[in-house]
């Protein structure tokens, strides 16, 4: 059982180039996420989706937008990459079976530098 | 909007000694959800413990405990003979049952905890 795979591991882009971050779990959850996490601090919300086709803005979206086609896959873009968005992204998921408490699962990250 | 604080910033205990982690939030929801994070130098974040606030057994996961004191708004980790694999940045993160499991964790800043042998 793979859980939440996350690719790539690691990128370095320039600024303003756009890249895509993807992210894939196999456990039919409805409910996936995405979290960057900067140095020293704890992760924040950038946008989160309750299953094919819906989306939602977290606490950070600015500079990023996301997708949902299928309940698997909820791939992350980032267009004109910024130095701010020197990140570790985390991708998560969680089951919506009525009751919680809804822990999530996290993918292994992806560490992105903008340069 | 709801915060999460860890006073905290580093923590260090010797090998097979307790140690307690400590955590705050800022709600005015009276049902939510608390949990502990652990996340080591691969980076991978993995769970630890959850505590449900309309629970009020403190909930235990082998030699990781909680002390949920809802009044007060503190949700400590405990750990118990502590272990050189239990060397780890630790989050505690808390979420509102609102919106059926939808809305995302809030985390705090994180501890950074050494295990010395």
């Known amino acids: 059982n793979a859980g939440v795979t996350q690719t790539p591991k690691f990128r370095i882009l320039k600024i303003g180039q756009s890249m895509t971050l993807q992210c894939t779990q196999d456990m039919n959850h409805n409910y996936m996420y995405w979290y960057r996490q900067d140095p020293g601090m704890g992760l924040k919300l950038i946008y989160y989706s309750v299953g094919a086709g819906i989306t939602d803005k977290g606490e950070v979206p600015n500079g990023y937008n996301v997708s949902r086609s299928t309940t698997e896959d909820f791939p992350l873009r980032l267009e004109l990459a910024a130095p701010s968005q020197t990140s570790v992204y985390f991708c998560?998921?969680?089951?919506?079976?009525?009751?919680?408490?809804?822990?999530?699962?996290f993918g292994p990250g992806t560490r992105l530098t903008v340069t | 909007a709801q915060t999460v604080t860890q006073s905290q910033p580093e923590m260090s205990v010797q090998e097979a000694e307790t140690v307690t982690l400590s955590c705050t939030y800022d709600t005015s929801e009276s049902d939510y959800y608390l949990f502990w994070y652990k996340q080591p130098p691969s980076r991978q974040m993995i769970l630890v413990i959850r505590q449900e606030a309309y629970k009020q057994q403190n909930a235990t996961e082998n030699r990781f405990s909680v002390n949920f004191q809802k009044a007060a708004k503190s949700f400590s980790l405990k750990i118990s003979d502590s272990q050189l694999g239990d060397a780890a940045m630790y989050f505690c993160a808390y979420r509102t049952p609102s919106g059926g499991g939808a809305d995302g964790l809030t985390f705090g800043k994180g501890t950074h905890l050494i295990i010395q042998p």
């Open positions: 998560a998921s969680s089951s919506s079976l009525a009751g919680g408490p809804y822990e999530q699962y």
